[in-house]
C-alpha cells in the first residue's frame, strides 16, 4: 500500500482533533456560527482552516507523485514526515502565540509543497 495513504489518515486525524477542539469551544462559549469574538475559538477555526487547506493540496500531490513512480516510497515517506511534523508546530505556533515559529512552520510547509510540485514537474 502506498505510504501516501497513510500520511493521509495521519493527517485526518490531526483534522479531526483540531475539529473537535472548535466544536469543544464553540460549546464552551455558546458560539453557533463564526468565532464570538472568543480568541481561543478564532485560533481553533484557523488552525484547523490553515492545516486542511495545506493538508488537501499536499496529499493529492503526494499521492500522485508516488503513485505515478514520479516521487519513490522513501522519499514519500520523508516528506509526509516532515509536513505531518510541520502543521504540528504550526498548531502550537499558533496557538501559544508563538509567531516566529508559526510563520518558520508556515514557510516551510510552503518549500515542501514546492518539492513536491517540482518532482511532479520533472521528467522520469
Do not use: W
Amino acid at each position: 500500500m502506498p505510504y501516501s495513504i497513510y500520511i493521509a489518515a495521519i493527517l485526518s486525524l490531526l483534522l479531526i482533533g483540531l475539529s473537535l477542539n472548535i466544536s469543544r469551544l464553540r460549546m464552551r462559549h455558546q458560539v453557533a456560527f463564526g468565532d464570538g469574538g472568543k480568541t481561543d475559538l478564532l485560533k481553533a477555526v484557523r488552525a484547523h482552516g490553515n492545516s486542511l487547506e495545506q493538508s488537501v493540496l499536499f496529499i493529492v500531490l503526494l499521492y500522485l507523485g508516488e503513485t505515478s513512480g514520479q516521487i519513490s516510497p522513501a522519499l514519500t515517506a520523508a516528506l509526509g514526515f516532515a509536513f505531518i511534523m510541520l502543521r504540528l508546530l504550526y498548531c502550537t505556533g499558533l496557538f501559544a502565540r508563538l509567531l516566529l515559529l508559526r510563520q518558520a512552520s508556515h514557510g516551510l510547509t510552503m518549500l515542501v509543497l514546492l518539492v513536491v510540485s517540482i518532482l511532479l514537474l520533472l521528467p522520469q
